[in-house]
């Protein structure tokens, strides 16, 4: 080796692009770094997903950046020493450098204060969460249809304070790793069953006083039959949603009352074992029947929160049923048109492998059904019936998301009883305590049935409700 060859580690640096690119790739993370970390920390309740840009990307580009440094200096050197390259002085070295470090610098703080602070930005919107995200299009699009459309995901899905940051990052880093990778169950599991569910005190209960009295407010239910007619009628209850002290509300979240269930399953639809203090020294427990005690010992336990009857407050996904009942209802399909109803469900009810697939014949099947059996309304009403066939589509991707594997019934909601187990997961009359007494199953312990599947049901007359009907 001659006295050449030692050239200063400097001017070896600044005479290769690689080097310098690492230089470049080196200094641009650190910016960003300094840039987003400050406003990550500043916020309690944030994005999860920023956690992985932090902790992921911005160090994969350092480190990528502080590899090719020596990468650059070995070329370099070689070059030099088989004679390639003239060895550059010192000084035009230094200066080289030191023009590209100013520049680099000027170049990131632009980067820094304006795209990563736009990034960072978007990252926290729930455009983000639900849409750059593509595994979460199925809650987002539920979410938009539903009474919390204006709550951020990030209200019910993250604890507030410092535990809860730290978790979130964690699991957002690990889920967005599972999503590069295309190793994310389809479908997502719902949070009963991943048990990655925040505590209702630190979610729920900061908007919704447990305190607070509900009463029994009136809820009618309008359906559609099978028939040509499309015959629609009423259902009216009144909910005995209650407070504290009384009713639904009362009986489970009422002050000193626990409730604990084991479960059998990860999604919590078989409950055989449920347990009751009520504060006031009563401990009594419910079994199914049939249950034995070593399996049962061997099941997770859980304390009743409000999600366990609300597991779905701000992305319910309709049943088929229901889906086709609510656009009849609200005239989005024309429930003139003879067995709409019925159409509506079969086709809606059948499998498409994609979404272009559905696209395409779900709109077709509509038409055909028409043409086949009512061929003279094709002529007078087909804007209708296209217009029919389109609705159509957009139930089904309400609801139905093919690549995802969510489809009709995917995640069920345990708030009532017809569609799932939901209340009849305890309330079966078939959970007994050793006094033999059940988990009630009757009727008006939870609503009072005014009509049943009525054509206009006096009570609506009588409490002045009149309904459109368009
Ligand atoms: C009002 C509270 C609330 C809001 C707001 C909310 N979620 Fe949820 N989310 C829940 C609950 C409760 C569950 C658990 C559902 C279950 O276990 O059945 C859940 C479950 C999920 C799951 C697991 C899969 C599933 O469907 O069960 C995903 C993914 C999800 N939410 C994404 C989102 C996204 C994205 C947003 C915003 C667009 C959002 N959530 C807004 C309460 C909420
Ligand atoms: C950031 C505040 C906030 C949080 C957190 C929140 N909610 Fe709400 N919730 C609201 C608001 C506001 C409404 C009223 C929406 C409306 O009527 O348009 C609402 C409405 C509701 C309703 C009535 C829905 C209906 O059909 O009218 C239920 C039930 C409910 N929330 C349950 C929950 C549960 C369960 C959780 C926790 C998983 C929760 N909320 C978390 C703000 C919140
Ligand atoms: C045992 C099941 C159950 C539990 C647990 C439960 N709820 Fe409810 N809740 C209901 C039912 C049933 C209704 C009535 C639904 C309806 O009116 O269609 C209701 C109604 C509501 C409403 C709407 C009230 C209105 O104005 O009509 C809110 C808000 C609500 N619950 C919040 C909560 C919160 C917060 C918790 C936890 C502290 C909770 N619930 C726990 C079953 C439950
Ligand atoms: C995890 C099991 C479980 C689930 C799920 C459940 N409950 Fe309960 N419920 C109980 C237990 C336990 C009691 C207390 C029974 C007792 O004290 O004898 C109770 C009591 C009640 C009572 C008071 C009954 C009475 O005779 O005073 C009502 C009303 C009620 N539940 C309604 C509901 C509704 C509505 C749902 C669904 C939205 C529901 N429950 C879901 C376990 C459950
Ligand atoms: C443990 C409480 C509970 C018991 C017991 C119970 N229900 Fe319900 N029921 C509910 C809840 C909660 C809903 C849903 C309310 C809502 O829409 O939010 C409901 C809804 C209904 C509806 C409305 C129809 C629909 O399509 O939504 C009918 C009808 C009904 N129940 C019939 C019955 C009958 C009949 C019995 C007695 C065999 C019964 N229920 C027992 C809690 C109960």
Redesign the pocket.
Known sequence: MTPEDKRPFITLLASHWVSMLGVALATTAGFSWLFVLPQHLRGNVDNPYIGIVIFLIIPAILFLGLALIPVGIFLARRRVVSGLTAVADRRSAWRRLGVFIGLMTFVNLVIGSQATYRAVAHMET?QF??QSCH??K???TA?KHAP?SH???V???IAPGASGWFASKMSGTRQLLAVILNSHPR???????SNR?VDSAD??ERCHARSREVGSPVRIVTAFKDDEQNTRSETVLSIRTGGPGDGIHGAHMGPGIRIRYAAADAKRQTLPWVEIRDGKGRVQEFTAAGVKPESLAAMPKYEMQC?DC??????SFQTTDRAVDAALKAGELPATLPFLKKTAFEVLSAKYANDDTAAREIPAKVTQFYQKNYAALCTTRGAEITAAGQTLLSLYRRNVFPDLKVTWGT?PN?LGHNDSPGCFRCHDDGHAAADKKTITNDCSACHQLVAVDEASPEVLKTLGITLQKP
């Open positions: 729930d969460c639900g595994v979460m199925p809650e987002f979410w919390h709550v951020e995901c209200e019910c899905h479908p997502i599991e719902s949070a009963m069953e569910l979610t729920c999600v609300h597991n779905r407050p701000a992305h995640y345990n």
